[in-house]
């Protein structure tokens, strides 16, 4: 069983139309449900994974690292922390992009468990129908 976590914008009231739409007019932002756990695709690609997400201190700041790693270090050593570099990323990627959605305005609003993505939205859908509701 997978963990999800959902983001969604908080709700707001009828009478505050989002800046720069017309009232009664806005659609709400669909949730987003995010993968708990190890990212094999920030492992991989490490940077590239960061810099596709938008996370660009943590691209800047891994392929800094990496390379840095390879020129200063000894043919071994540079290995052994590239690896341990990608690593951390592919531990520490989802948690980053967790933090930016709520940077965002889509901070976390709960927890869902099923086995893969389009459970978790049937499920995300039977325990709070006021996030979906509007969705295709």
Same mark, same amino acid.
């Not at 959902?6 to 993968?35: D, F, I, K, Q």
């Not at 930016?100 to 889509?106: E, F, K, P």
């Not at 901070?107 to 939205?121: N, R, T, Y």
């Given at each position: ?63 800094? &690292?990496?390379? $840095?790693?390879?020129? #200063?270090?000894? @043919?071994?050593?540079?290995? +052994?922390? !590239? =690896? ?32 893969? &993505?389009?459970? $978790?939205?049937?499920? #995300?859908?039977? @325990?709070?129908?006021?996030? +979906?509701? !509007? =969705?295709?």
């Amino acid at each position: 069983m997978k963990l999800y976590t959902v983001h969604a914008a908080p709700a707001r009231a009828a009478s505050v139309p989002e800046a720069g739409s017309t009232p009664g007019a806005a659609a709400p932002r669909p949730p987003v449900l995010l993968r708990e756990g190890f990212s094999p695709w920030a492992f991989l690609f490490g940077p590239f994974w960061f810099a596709w997400n938008g996370l660009w201190w943590w691209a800047a700041g891994l392929l800094g &690292l990496t390379v $840095a790693a390879a020129l #200063l270090l000894p @043919e071994e050593g540079s290995a +052994v922390i !590239g =690896l341990a570099l990608h690593v951390l990323a592919g531990m520490e990627a989802r948690d980053a992009l967790r933090a930016r959605l709520a940077r965002r305005g889509r901070p976390m609003v709960g927890v869902v468990a099923a086995p893969d &993505l389009e459970i $978790a939205w049937f499920r #995300l859908a039977q @325990e709070r129908p006021d996030l +979906v509701r !509007g =969705l295709p």
